[in-house]
């Protein structure tokens, strides 16, 4: 019954791979997001999807591609890993866009270390 | 944009104590402002929230203010328990803009 879900937890891999963090969630929010927390724990965000469509883009580099199949799973795909990438991923739902509140619900995240 | 200036980034108050987390934010359209909680290791997650028409809001032992005109809003938690230690984010959300800007963070040591 968890409510915003995220895989892989961890994920080690070599500099120049390509890698993807899936997420899921299931309280029928209408948006999805993500997250970068670097290691000084900012906490930046990096897309928004509303209901399949791309509303934020936040001058993340090409390598990042998000992909949301359907409003319940938002995916992020990484190209050419480079050492920077290293953070923890976190996917993020909210109700709906220009609701008047926006309460995000945050996955547990995924740690990515680049070798 | 929106930015939100979050302040101390470091705080470490005797169990027992208040602490204070101040932020600022710059977008007069910003309409709600939210306070998370990240545990160690954790997902932040949400522990009190404010709307632009309301000045202040209690919950047990936090609470949150808002003041519009200066554009600024704070966390207050009393009677501070070691277990209240964690970063707390503030953000800001701009209902036009359908975007929630977050604050830098404070990291929050409570000690026995």
């Known amino acids: ?115 | 944009g929106e930015n939100v200036e979050q302040h101390p980034s470091t705080l470490s108050v005797q169990e027992g104590d208040s602490a204070v987390i101040k932020c600022t934010y710059s977008d007069s359209a910003s309409n709600y402002f939210p306070w998370y909680k990240q545990e160690l290791g954790k997902r932040p997650q949400l522990i009190i929230d404010i709307r632009s028409n309301v000045g202040e809001k209690k919950d047990q032992r936090i609470a949150v203010t808002l003041n519009k005109t200066a554009k600024h809003f704070s966390l207050h938690i009393t009677e501070t328990q070691p277990e209240d230690s964690a970063v707390y984010f503030c953000a800001a959300y701009n209902t036009n803009a359908g975007k929630s800007t977050f604050g830098d963070g404070t990291t929050l040591t409570v000690k026995p």
């Open chain 1, 1 to 115: 019954d968890t409510a915003v879900s995220q895989t892989p937890k961890y994920l080690v891999t070599q500099m120049g791979n390509d890698k993807s963090i899936k997420c899921e969630q299931n309280l029928g929010h209408d948006t999805m997001y993500w997250y970068k927390q670097d290691s000084k724990k900012f906490l930046k965000i990096m897309f928004s999807y509303n209901n399949k469509e791309l509303i934020i883009n936040e001058t993340v580099p090409n390598r990042f591609s998000p992909k949301s199949p359907d409003k319940a799973h938002l995916n992020l795909h990484i190209n050419s890993l480079e050492l920077g990438d290293s953070a923890v991923y976190f996917c993020a739902s909210s109700r709906q866009r220009g609701g008047g509140t926006d309460t995000q619900y945050f996955g547990p995240g995924t740690r990515l270390t680049v070798l």
